[in-house]
C-alpha cells in the first residue's frame, strides 16, 4: 500500500473528511478543557456531564423528533441542569459537589435510558452512547466548529482568570476575581463542547477525546501553555490516527479513536521522563543506594 492509498485515500469521501474534520475540532476544544479538568480535579465530573445528557435527547426527541437543533438544545438544557443542581445541592446540604455530580449523574442516565427504551425503535440507544463520526452531517460539523470558536475565543479572552482559577482558586477569589463566574463558565464550555461532540463519539466515549490527551500531556508538561499545546496536538493526532486506522482495517472509528490515545497514555505513564513509573522506579533505586553508600 502506497502513502497516497494509506493517508489520502479515504479522504477521496465526504463522510470520512467530515468525520476528521469534526475529531480534529472536538480535539482542539477536549485539548484545551481536558487540562483544565485534570488540575481542578473535575475529571469525573465531566464523565458525570457527559451522561447526564442522555434525558434531554430522549425528551427532545420525543418531543420534535430527530430534529438536530432540537437534540442539540435537549442534550444542552440537561448539563446545565446538571451542572446547576450540583452546585446547588453542594452548597445547600453537607454534599460535596464530585458527589452530588455522581448522584445526579446516576438519575439522569437512568431516566434517559427509561425514556430512550419507551420509545421503542425510533431511537436508538447505542447511537447516542457511542456515536457515529463516519455519520457526520454538515450541520454537525457547523455545531463542533461553532463550540470550538467558543471554546477557543474564551480561553483568549480570560487566559488569566482560567489560569488562577486552575491552580489557586482561593487566592483568585481572595483577590476579587470572579472565580465563581469562571468555574460555571468552564463547566458551561464542557457541557457545550460534550454536545457537540455526541453524534461523533456518543455520551461514553466523547470524554475520551477530552481527558486522555490531557492526562497524557500532563505526565511530559510542568507549565501550563506546552500543556495546553501538546494536549490539542495529542488530541488531534490521535483522532486522525484512530480514523485512519479504523477506514484501513474497518474497525469503530470512535473506539479506535480513543484507544488510540489511551496506547499513548499507556506508554507515556511508563516512559515520560520525569513523571513516568520507570523514572520514579530508578529513582527509589537511586535513593537506595544513596542510603547504603552514605550508611558505610
Not at 42 to 61: K, Q, V
Not at 70 to 93: D, E, K, M, P, Q
Not at 141 to 166: D, N
Request: proline share 3%; net charge neutral; aromatic share 8%.
Amino acid at each position: 500500500m502506497s502513502l497516497d492509498e494509506l493517508f489520502l485515500g479515504p479522504l477521496r469521501f465526504e463522510f470520512m473528511q467530515r468525520g476528521l474534520a469534526s475529531a480534529a475540532l472536538i480535539g482542539v476544544s477536549g485539548g484545551l478543557l481536558g487540562p483544565i479538568l485534570i488540575l481542578r480535579r473535575l475529571s469525573l465530573m465531566g464523565d458525570a456531564l457527559s451522561h447526564s445528557l442522555l434525558p434531554g435527547i430522549a425528551l427532545a426527541f420525543l418531543l420534535f423528533g430527530t430534529n438536530a437543533a432540537a437534540l442539540f438544545a435537549g442534550a444542552l438544557v440537561a448539563g446545565l441542569l446538571t451542572a446547576a443542581g450540583s452546585a446547588f445541592l453542594s452548597r445547600l446540604t453537607r454534599i460535596k459537589e464530585d458527589a452530588a455530580f455522581g448522584a445526579l449523574y446516576l438519575i439522569l442516565f437512568a431516566l434517559g435510558i427509561v425514556l430512550a427504551s419507551s420509545l421503542g425503535t425510533k431511537i436508538d440507544l447505542l447511537h447516542f452512547l457511542f456515536g457515529n463520526i463516519l455519520g457526520v452531517s454538515p450541520t454537525d460539523l457547523a455545531i463542533s466548529a461553532a463550540s470550538c470558536a467558543a471554546t477557543v475565543g474564551a480561553f483568549a479572552l480570560f487566559r488569566r482568570s482560567i489560569q488562577l482559577e486552575s491552580f489557586d482558586p482561593v487566592f483568585h477569589r481572595a483577590s476579587g476575581g470572579a472565580g465563581g463566574l469562571t468555574h460555571l463558565s468552564l463547566l458551561l464550555l464542557v457541557v457545550i463542547n460534550l454536545v457537540a461532540a455526541l453524534q461523533a463519539m456518543g455520551v461514553v466515549l466523547a470524554l475520551g477525546l477530552f481527558l486522555l490527551p490531557a492526562v497524557t500531556a500532563y505526565l511530559w508538561c510542568d507549565r501550563l501553555v506546552p500543556l495546553f499545546a501538546t494536549s490539542i496536538s495529542l488530541a488531534v493526532a490521535g483522532a486522525v490516527l484512530g480514523m485512519l486506522l479504523s477506514y484501513h482495517l474497518e474497525l469503530a472509528s470512535g473506539a479506535t479513536i480513543v484507544l488510540c490515545h489511551g496506547t499513548l497514555f499507556v506508554a507515556s505513564a511508563f516512559v515520560s521522563p520525569k513523571h513516568g513509573i520507570l523514572a520514579r522506579l530508578s529513582g527509589f533505586g537511586r535513593n537506595e543506594r544513596d542510603v547504603r553508600h552514605v550508611q558505610d
